[in-house]
């Protein structure tokens, strides 16, 4: 099958050399075509994540969910604090979900310099990370959120913050597992969790490594067995 991937495109611009985020989906017999460019989508204001080089990575694309039911990707745009959903066949920007040019109303917390959306229940509901700013030692919280696509109302259902055990985060994500429970991947910290939907930890995996869980899903099945 294809796939879809984004990588950065470097612009030089007054104020300094900008990475942009390009999305492109690469064919089974090796052609690429592109779908989506942040650069044709929003003016850089300057800044960003430097890469200690004197370039700028911004709005930083840092996650992708594909919603196969619709064809459409969602992409987690850091620097902007927004969801954002494009259509893979036309690559049109069909909407933002949080921040400054949001199209949606958030009932209930919002989220900022999040990681890992991803869409259950047929795509009305939707979870992800909210990293909080690393910078300032926010600590992270995992949200999830029930969707009206027909009044674009984003209602806050359910959250997890572990007493706000976990600053300074980068990476990881949220998904909603059998039961009611959530799976909380607590990214550079390198702990995992199973969360039950009263907020009980029922399960933990901890790395121990000094290394960190980037992304992960959840499966239903994996080679022919239920999980």
Do not use: C
């Amino acid at each position: 099958g294809s796939f879809v991937t984004i990588r950065y495109v470097e612009h030089v611009l007054d104020g300094g050399v900008m990475k942009s985020d390009l999305m492109e989906h690469v064919q089974p017999d090796g052609s690429v075509r592109k779908v989506w460019d942040t650069f044709d989508a929003f003016e850089w204001p300057g800044g960003g994540l430097e890469d200690g080089f004197g370039r700028f990575s911004w709005p930083h694309a840092n996650s992708m969910y594909y919603d196969a039911k619709n064809e459409k990707i969602l992409v987690s745009l850091y620097y902007l604090g927004t969801i954002a959903q494009i259509d893979l066949a036309t690559g049109q920007l069909d909407w933002m979900l949080g921040g400054e040019f949001s199209d949606w109303t958030i009932v209930g917390e919002s989220f900022s310099f999040q990681h890992g959306p991803a869409l259950f229940d047929e795509g009305r509901g939707l979870t992800l990370l909210d990293n909080g700013d690393a910078l300032l030692g926010d600590a992270g919280v995992a949200r999830a959120y029930l969707l009206d696509e027909g009044t674009r109302t984003a209602t806050a259902t359910w959250k997890f913050d572990n007493n706000g055990a976990y600053t300074h985060l980068l990476l990881g994500g949220v998904d909603p597992v059998p039961g009611g429970a959530y799976a909380v991947n607590w990214g550079t910290r390198g702990v995992l969790q199973r969360v039950s939907a009263e907020g009980d930890v029922e399960l933990e995996l901890s790395s121990n490594m000094g290394s960190f869980f980037g992304f992960t899903e959840h499966l239903a099945e994996f080679a022919g067995a239920s999980r």
